[in-house]
């Protein structure tokens, strides 16, 4: 369970977006080293070549060039919602002049071989996974988000929503969610009729920031909304075919009235693993226990004789389409973690190419003048 510091800072105008000690002195660190006098602000929702920010009031800021420069190296240094900023003024602008280091983020994996991973949200505390009673839930795909949020640094906890449309479904719908997420908090809410808000709303604490992830239709906005006691997001209609429409369009930081901060997600159809392979091992900490009493310590589970994670499946103990799960995100998270270092090599060549170039090109011009 996330516990907050909420002594930290008590008087400083920007404790309810989530001030903390760390980021203080990450924030002075940079204030005195710039030659410019900067303030800090939390980023609300990134735009391109700019964020929305609290100061703690909504303001506009554009790119400083360094950062502009930062992010066309790598775009996951872009400023992102969550994200704690410092700001200088030029004129009537203000500008992003650097982002401070993240505690942790939400990252999702690039799709195409040479694509860069997607920074989510940052500085994330707990996050919510939700997942609607009367579509589901659908094991692999809660296992996949439940990795993604341990590779961030995030503790997760499950949602069971809509459950006043499942009937006498609920049951089997809490036990196949938690039986996908062992060890993880899982909560049974209907935004409609309010079951289970109030015992959610208690795990929001005041200073907090918490992402609410899942698919289009599971219900994060109008959760959101119940929290809150009133609308901040829009929700709408299921379709005919069960999936949702994306009512949230983009990443959108709020503030609820209890002090918490909450990230809403647009829906994710398609999740891919990191190439963190502890998150995936954190995320099926059942089979990684297990694992532990193989007979060899580099047992790959398949023929080796002393197997405990195959035993554990013969005998009726580990439901073996869960540990086909478990091998299938394995495999991909070793895929995408050698892709990612890959693509970094090629990085690092390509900056090393450029910068002999312009060594080569001033020496030229020094040795023509």
Avoid at 25 to 44: I, Q, Y
Avoid at 70 to 89: E, F, I
Avoid at 228 to 245: C, F, N, S, V, Y
Avoid at 300 to 312: L, Q, T
Wanted: charge should be neutral; include cysteine.
């Amino acid at each position: 369970m996330y516990h907050h510091d909420t002594d930290a800072h008590a008087s400083h105008p920007l404790t309810r977006l989530g001030w903390t000690d760390r980021v203080a002195e990450a924030f002075d660190a940079l204030a005195l080293t710039s030659p410019h006098t900067l303030v800090p602000a939390r980023v609300a929702a990134a735009r391109r070549g700019g964020a929305e920010v609290l100061l703690p009031g909504p303001e506009k800021a554009e790119h400083a060039p360094a950062v502009r420069r930062a992010t066309r190296t790598d775009p996951a240094a872009a400023p992102t919602s969550g994200d704690w900023v410092a700001l200088r003024r030029s004129g009537d602008t203000w500008l992003v002049e650097d982002v401070l280091e993240r505690s942790s983020s939400l990252v999702r994996q690039g799709v195409a071989a040479d694509s860069h991973d997607q920074v989510l949200a940052a500085n994330v505390d707990g996050v919510l996974i939700c997942e609607a009673a009367d579509q589901g839930p659908n094991p692999g795909r809660l296992e996949r988000f439940l990795s993604l949020a341990w590779s961030g640094g995030s503790a997760p906890t499950v949602a069971v929503t809509k459950a006043d449309l499942a009937g006498d479904r609920l049951p089997e719908a809490l036990e196949l969610a938690a039986s996908a997420a062992p060890g993880t908090d899982v909560y049974p809410v209907s935004a409609h009729t309010g079951e289970g808000v109030d015992a959610l709303a208690r795990i929001l604490l005041p200073g907090s920031t918490w992402v609410f992830l899942g698919t289009s239709g599971a219900g994060k906005s109008s959760l959101v909304n119940a929290i809150a006691g009133r609308t901040l997001m829009a929700t709408g209609e299921i379709r005919q075919d069960k999936r949702g429409r994306h009512t949230t369009t983009h990443r959108q930081l709020l503030v609820l009235p209890g002090g918490a901060l909450v990230l809403d997600i647009p829906g994710l159809r398609r999740v891919d693993v990191t190439g963190d392979t502890s998150a995936v091992d954190r995320t099926f900490d059942d089979i990684r226990e297990l694992a532990e009493l193989c007979r060899f310590t580099d047992c790959s589970h398949g023929p080796e004789p002393g197997c405990a994670v195959n035993a554990a499946a013969d005998g009726g103990d580990l439901d073996p389409a869960r540990l086909g799960r478990w091998n299938k995100l394995r495999r991909e998270a070793e895929r995408n973690r050698d892709r990612t270092e890959h693509r970094l090599r090629a990085q690092d060549k390509q900056r090393t190419k450029t910068y002999g170039r312009i060594a080569r090109e001033a020496r030229r011009h020094k040795g023509g003048r």
